[in-house]
Each structure stands twice: as C-alpha cells, then as structure tokens.
C-alpha cells in the first residue's frame, strides 16, 4: 500500500467506515492525512500555557481505581459509578448510557474497570470549579500504550465529525496513518523556500499539525500550511494572469462614437479626472488581442455605473452583445431604470432578465437574446443559467464582484468565448487582499467623487432626533431613507423590524408620502416602490438593507439606520452612500442599542470619516471584511487553515516568492520545481480550468 491506497485498507477501518470516511472527502490514505484538525485539545497533566481560541477545554485524570457501583434509574438511563484516586485527590467517575434489554450496555466497562487497576479519564467536571466528579467521555487502561500514544497525555487533535465517526477512531485512523505512511508524502515547495523561511517539510509539518509535541510544534507546523496555502493561491492566479494575456481573442473595437458621444452629452456632467483614467484603461484593454480581466474599484458615489456603460456602449457600437450582471434583482432593476434614463432615444436594445420575470416574459426575453435582437442584457444570476444563449457576446460585466466567485465569472464567460470582463466593487479592499482575492485582474481605481457631492454628515443619535432632524428636511423637499435590520420580527432582543416599524413610522410622519421596501416583495412592487421614490413621489423610504446597493435618489438627503450596531463597518459606509449624491446638504444618523466596544469602534469610524479608502484602513473593517467579501465561506479558496486576513503578513511574503520564483522558472520545468507543479495542477486545473503550464 501507499499513500494513494483507499482507506479502507488501514487496520481498524474496512469497507463500511470507508464508505462514512468518503461523505467527508477521505478516500485516500493521502486524504485521511490531509483531513486537518479544527482544534486541538491539551490532555497532559501538567498543561501548557498560553492556550489560546484553537484549543477546547479538556480535563485529564490518572489514578487508582478505589471502588465502583452500577446505579439504575426510573427511566430508561444506566449509570456506572467509579473512584479513583491519585493519592492527592478523588474524584468520583460517572459513565451514562441508555438502557437496551437486548444486551448489558456497561459489558466492556465493567471488564476494563476494577479495583486496583490504573486508569486515564478525559470528561467534563459537573462542576467546573469543584472537580470532585466528572463525566467520562474516554478513558483507557495503564497497560494500553498503544492507545495513549494517540489519545492521552499529549495534545491530541480535534476533527470535524459526522454522526458515525468518533472522535476516538478518527484520531486512531489518523495516527495510524502517519506512523506508516508519512514518510511517502511528497513535498510540494522548493527546498529554497523551505530554507529561507524557515518551514519544516511537508512530513514533518503534518505530523506536528494533527500530534505536536507541543505549543511551538504545533506553532511551527501551522505556519508550514498555511504559507503553502497562501503561495499556491498566488501561483495560480499569476498562471492564470499570464494564460489570459496570451489568448487572442479574435475580434476588435472602433472607437466610432456614434452611441457614445450622445450619451456622454446627454448626461449632462463631465468625467472627473479619475473616471477618464479608468474609461482611457478599461477601453485600451478592450482594444488589446487579449481579453480584458479588470477591476474597477470605486467609493460609493463615484461613478463607476457611467464607465461601465461606457464600456457596453462601446461593444454595441461595434456590433457585439454585452451582459451587465448584478448580485441582487433590486440592483438589477436599478441599473435597467438607469439604463432607460440615459440611452432614451439612442439606437440601443437592452433588456432585463431576473427570476422574477413569468414564463412568457422570460422566453421572450431569452429568444431575444438568442437572436442578437439584444445588445445589452441587464440581470442577475439568471444570466449565468444554461438555458441563456447568446449569438455574440463579447462584452461582461459584473457589478459588486465580492458576491460571485471565480466559478460564477467562469460560467458567465463560457456564455461568450474568450469574452473581455470588467468587474466592479465600491468596497474598497486593501492591496494585499485584492492581489489574493483578485490576482488574475488587473485594478482601476476611482479616487475622487463627481462635482456638486456633498459630504454626508454622520452622527450617532437617539431615534427622536434623528426623525426630527428628518422632519426639517422633508419640509424643504428632500427625501429620507429608515433602514431596519430585518423584515419582520425575530426572538433577538431589541431587533427593530421593517413591517412592524413601517405601521409607526407611517404616523409620525403622516404628512409624508411613505412607502416599504423589502427582499421578498414582487418585482414589479419593487420596481414602482422604486420608481416613485426616484421621481420624489414618496418622501420616506422604509426598508431592509436591500437599499444597500445601486438606489439613487438624488432627491435623497437623510440615512436613519436603525441597530446600527449589528452593521459592518463597509455595510454602513454603502447604506451611508445612498445619500449625498446631489447638491443637497446630506445626513447619516446611527441609531444603536448596547454597543459592544468593537460596534463602539466601528461607529465612531462612521462618525469621524466619510471616505470609504480611510475607512478601509481601521481595524474594524478589515476584521468585518471576511463576512463582506465572503472570505470565510469563500469557495473558490477551500483553505484548511489558511486565513488571507489573518495571515495577511504571510501573504506577501508568499506574493514575494512566487514572484521571484516565476521570474527564475515561468512555467515551472526545473526539475526542483516539478513538485509544485504537480500540486498546482492537481489543486486548480479542474477546479477551476485556469492553470495552463505547457
């Protein structure tokens, strides 16, 4: 056997444990290795210090067995008792189990546990402070050594586990793995690598990850991984980066402005200085043999919707259709309203295509497509689903990118082949997160906002306050946003929501055109709730955070956000942005209920900046940017153990590597580097269908 053998050959498994092992992605002896610990657990006697969130809580026992008793209860429960003394304490040792007629459910128990004999105890004290009893939840004899090798006075592993797998046989299966077989584990990384900074090899790294010896083992191993996590990543977009430069695409661009200059006269305002650098970027690319892979990345209000027509207007003129996809229908719809205004009149075909269409619509609408009747499609993920073809895309574009993942940008490109993608975020993301999220685009950044915005004044206030500020300001003919966390009301204390909200705010401000805006309403509802707040047919818009993106109301100059405490920081920076985006004086009240320190933190962010750049720079947001970019969950990564914001200082230093690496090697052919080619492959070329190395 090797390390490529199934699992069920390894003693103590077979062929049922290795069907339960492959519902968790163990199927190779390799893949029982590689399957790591979530935590880990300190049963020495004499514990370490300095623990930390990785480790759980365990209490370890070794003693003398004194006496022992079988108890028996009205129902259907059994419990064994036993005594045990170390000499200096004795505790007394409970055992539980259900009651089952068909056979004695303490038969093992009782023939392992007598008097006199030495034994070690792993469970939970009764009570933590007194821990004169515990409840045992694995014990094992003195005469086994073998057993306490893997399970009992050392730091063990903690695994993720379904129903059938114990953590006992988990820990046994993996151990009995390593001693045999460790040894054949190929090392991925060049020994340069290892040497310079200073990482053990892959054997020995994964012995230390699941059985260190201790705290600076574990330490040391854990740095191993979670550097080559972080080096392949960077390794796979460079390859990829460089695969996408050197496709030709086929096709080109005139620069014929025969769509573009009326829409750009039609606006009404000039390009600032940062957007004509992105528009001059975004169409050079386009104008490249190689397809364009950009990010735009602008503050709220910048004006990136503009651009990205600019680019759609670009490919129509030429003949090509495009696709504009957004994460959210109330987006989507947004963008369509946005598309109506400003290309009224222009000889241009755009539809919509969202989930909320019917049946009739939708093929009609799909048909369109199909027939190059549509030059621009404005949708949703609807875009991306296999029943959509179109006869001459050429151009996509995907509005707040952190939502859809590598797989999702690679579905919309097979739609088009060898299409140019621009993608874009107002989250503003530090560099060395962008090149680890986004290192196969390259970056356009707006740095500065259209003329006439105002900044958006921002305090933390009671409710009160914030609706008497907002009553002057509708008096002068302005509009309001009231955001609440959630639709309707949830067992979560001091939770204010949408519908239940509504009815209050309605009377307050009963002089007032209000209106609900929430995720499950009909699109259709949503569109006219939307419509007439843009024509300043409602004056108070109550709503969830769908609000959050894409709504422009120029007429718009309050933001009341109601639980301000439960928002990350770039969440409240883009609700914050639906207002000041016209000449209007603007404000952005918080309203917040038992701040932690952190929330405290990220509301006085708010309050002390209206720069979404310096707000990227606080600690705060870079902590809530795993929820916002959906790192932790982020699929197109599948890190064990990596975490690119935490580990960003390991980070550079794998971006440094690999490209020093390429720099010496670009497609990986010494012989040193044939390892890491392997891995890259194995890792990324189906998975994502990027890696080209011939």
């Given at each position: 056997?090797?390390?490529?053998?199934?699992?069920?050959?390894?003693?103590?498994i077979?062929?049922?444990?290795a069907?339960?092992l492959?519902?968790?992605?163990v199927f190779s002896?390799?893949?029982?290795?590689?399957?790591?610990?979530?935590?880990?657990?300190?049963?020495?006697l004499?514990?370490?210090?300095d623990?930390?969130?990785?480790?759980?809580?365990?209490?370890?026992?070794?003693?003398?067995?004194?006496?022992?008793?079988d108890?028996?209860?009205?129902?259907?429960?059994?419990?064994?008792r036993a005594i045990?003394?170390?000499?200096?304490?004795?505790?007394?040792?409970?055992?539980?189990?259900?009651?089952n007629?068909r056979?004695?459910?303490f038969?093992?128990?009782?023939?392992?546990?007598k008097?006199?004999?030495?034994?070690?105890?792993?469970?939970?004290p009764?009570?933590?402070?007194?821990?004169?009893?515990?409840r045992?939840?694995?014990?094992?004899?003195?005469?086994d050594e073998?057993?306490?090798?893997?399970?009992?006075n050392r730091?063990?592993?903690v695994?993720?586990?379904?129903?059938?797998l114990?953590a006992?046989?988990?820990?046994?299966?993996?151990y009995?793995?390593?001693?045999?077989?460790?040894?054949e584990?190929?090392?991925?990384?060049?020994?340069?690598?290892?040497a310079?900074r200073?990482?053990l090899?892959a054997p020995?790294?994964?012995?230390?990850?699941?059985?260190?010896?201790?705290?600076?083992e574990?330490?040391?191993?854990?740095?191993?991984f979670?550097?080559?996590?972080?080096?392949?990543?960077?390794?796979?977009w460079?390859?990829k980066?460089?695969?996408?430069?050197n496709?030709k695409?086929?096709?080109?661009?005139?620069?014929?402005?025969?769509?573009?200059?009326?829409?750009?006269?039609?606006?009404?305002?000039d390009?600032?200085?940062?957007?004509?650098?992105?528009?001059?970027?975004?169409f050079?690319?386009m104008?490249?043999?190689s397809?364009?892979s950009?990010l735009?990345?602008?503050?709220?209000g910048?004006g990136?919707?503009?651009i990205?027509?600019s680019?759609?207007?670009?490919?129509?003129?030429?003949?090509?259709?495009?696709a504009?996809?957004?994460p959210?229908?109330?987006l989507?719809?947004?963008?369509?309203?946005?598309?109506e205004?400003?290309?009224?009149n222009?000889?241009?075909?755009?539809?919509i295509?969202?989930?909320?269409?019917?049946?009739?619509?939708?093929?009609?609408?799909?048909?369109?497509i199909a027939?190059g009747e549509?030059?621009?499609?404005?949708?949703?993920h609807?875009?991306?689903e296999?029943?959509?073809?179109?006869k001459?895309?050429?151009?996509m574009?995907?509005?707040?990118?952190?939502?859809?993942?590598?797989?999702?940008?690679?579905?919309?490109r097979?739609k088009?082949?060898?299409?140019?993608?621009?993608?874009?975020?107002?989250?503003p993301i530090?560099?060395?997160?962008?090149?680890?999220?986004?290192g196969?685009?390259?970056?356009?950044?707006?740095k500065?906002?259209?003329p006439?915005r105002?900044?958006?004044?921002?305090?933390?206030?009671?409710?009160d306050?914030?609706f008497k500020?907002?009553?002057?300001?509708?008096?002068k003919?302005?509009?309001?946003?009231?955001?609440y966390?959630?639709?309707e009301?949830?067992?979560?204390?001091?939770?204010?929501?949408?519908?239940?909200?509504f009815?209050?705010?309605?009377?307050i401000?009963?002089?007032?055109?209000t209106?609900?805006l929430?995720?499950?309403?009909?699109?259709a509802?949503?569109?006219?709730?939307?419509?007439?707040f843009?024509?300043k047919?409602?004056?108070v818009?109550?709503a969830?955070?769908v609000?959050?993106?894409g709504?422009?109301?120029?007429?718009?100059a309050?933001?009341?956000?109601n639980?301000?405490e439960?928002?990350?920081?770039?969440?409240?920076?883009?609700?914050?942005?639906?207002?000041?985006?016209?000449?209007?004086k603007?404000?952005?009240?918080l309203i917040?209920?038992?701040?932690?320190?952190?929330?405290?933190?990220?509301?006085n962010?708010?309050?002390?900046?209206?720069?979404?750049?310096?707000?990227s720079?606080?600690?705060s947001?870079?902590?809530?940017?795993?929820?916002?970019?959906?790192?932790?969950q982020h699929?197109d990564?599948d890190?064990?153990i990596?975490d690119i914001?935490r580990?960003s200082?390991?980070?550079?230093k794998?971006?440094?590597?690999?490209?020093?690496?390429?720099k010496?090697d670009?497609?990986l052919l010494?012989?040193?580097?044939?390892?890491?080619?392997?891995k890259l492959?194995?890792?990324?070329?189906?998975?994502?269908?990027?890696?080209d190395?011939?």
């Amino acid at each position: 056997m090797n390390i490529t053998s199934s699992v069920q050959y390894l003693k103590g498994i077979g062929p049922i444990k290795a069907e339960i092992l492959g519902k968790v992605g163990v199927f190779s002896i390799n893949d029982l290795m590689a399957y790591f610990p979530v935590k880990w657990q300190d049963r020495k006697l004499e514990k370490e210090k300095d623990l930390n969130d990785d480790f759980q809580d365990s209490y370890v026992f070794f003693g003398k067995i004194q006496s022992i008793k079988d108890l028996y209860t009205s129902s259907s429960l059994r419990i064994f008792r036993a005594i045990i003394s170390n000499g200096a304490q004795e505790i007394e040792a409970v055992w539980f189990k259900r009651h089952n007629p068909r056979y004695d459910v303490f038969s093992q128990i009782r023939r392992d546990i007598k008097p006199g004999i030495k034994i070690w105890l792993v469970g939970k004290p009764e009570d933590p402070l007194f821990k004169f009893k515990i409840r045992v939840e694995e014990y094992y004899l003195e005469t086994d050594e073998r057993a306490q090798r893997a399970h009992i006075n050392r730091i063990v592993p903690v695994y993720p586990l379904t129903d059938k797998l114990s953590a006992k046989f988990m820990r046994s299966a993996v151990y009995f793995s390593l001693l045999n077989y460790a040894q054949e584990l190929p090392e991925a990384l060049p020994l340069e690598l290892l040497a310079k900074r200073g990482l053990l090899t892959a054997p020995l790294a994964l012995k230390a990850l699941h059985f260190p010896e201790n705290l600076l083992e574990l330490k040391r191993a854990k740095k191993r991984f979670i550097y080559e996590e972080l080096f392949l990543l960077t390794m796979a977009w460079a390859i990829k980066r460089r695969q996408t430069r050197n496709i030709k695409k086929g096709y080109g661009y005139d620069l014929k402005k025969n769509i573009l200059t009326p829409f750009k006269e039609k606006l009404g305002f000039d390009f600032t200085d940062s957007q004509k650098t992105a528009i001059n970027q975004i169409f050079k690319d386009m104008r490249e043999p190689s397809p364009m892979s950009r990010l735009l990345e602008g503050d709220v209000g910048s004006g990136k919707t503009v651009i990205a027509m600019s680019a759609l207007l670009l490919a129509a003129e030429n003949g090509y259709q495009s696709a504009f996809m957004a994460p959210t229908e109330i987006l989507a719809e947004q963008h369509f309203m946005t598309f109506e205004k400003y290309l009224k009149n222009l000889p241009v075909r755009f539809e919509i295509l969202t989930s909320k269409l019917s049946p009739v619509q939708r093929k009609k609408v799909i048909d369109k497509i199909a027939k190059g009747e549509v030059d621009i499609v404005i949708g949703t993920h609807s875009i991306i689903e296999p029943s959509v073809k179109f006869k001459n895309l050429k151009l996509m574009i995907i509005d707040e990118q952190h939502r859809f993942g590598v797989r999702q940008r690679a579905a919309l490109r097979h739609k088009g082949e060898k299409a140019d993608m621009l993608v874009m975020t107002a989250t503003p993301i530090p560099r060395t997160l962008f090149l680890a999220l986004y290192g196969d685009l390259e970056l356009s950044i707006l740095k500065d906002m259209p003329p006439g915005r105002q900044k958006v004044e921002t305090s933390s206030v009671q409710e009160d306050t914030a609706f008497k500020e907002t009553r002057i300001e509708l008096s002068k003919g302005r509009q309001a946003y009231i955001v609440y966390p959630i639709i309707e009301e949830s067992k979560v204390a001091d939770l204010k929501s949408v519908k239940e909200e509504f009815e209050k705010v309605k009377i307050i401000f009963k002089d007032y055109k209000t209106a609900m805006l929430h995720g499950r309403m009909k699109s259709a509802e949503k569109k006219r709730i939307m419509g007439e707040f843009l024509n300043k047919k409602i004056d108070v818009l109550v709503a969830t955070p769908v609000v959050e993106v894409g709504l422009d109301a120029p007429g718009a100059a309050i933001m009341i956000i109601n639980n301000a405490e439960r928002f990350g920081l770039a969440s409240l920076h883009q609700l914050r942005g639906r207002v000041g985006r016209s000449k209007y004086k603007s404000k952005c009240f918080l309203i917040s209920n038992n701040l932690t320190p952190d929330a405290r933190e990220r509301i006085n962010a708010m309050c002390s900046t209206s720069s979404g750049f310096e707000i990227s720079e606080k600690d705060s947001y870079i902590r809530g940017m795993g929820d916002v970019l959906g790192i932790r969950q982020h699929g197109d990564m599948d890190f064990k153990i990596a975490d690119i914001l935490r580990d960003s200082d390991m980070l550079k230093k794998a971006i440094e590597d690999k490209d020093e690496l390429l720099k010496n090697d670009p497609n990986l052919l010494k012989r040193e580097n044939f390892p890491l080619r392997r891995k890259l492959l194995k890792l990324y070329q189906n998975k994502w269908n990027i890696i080209d190395l011939t």
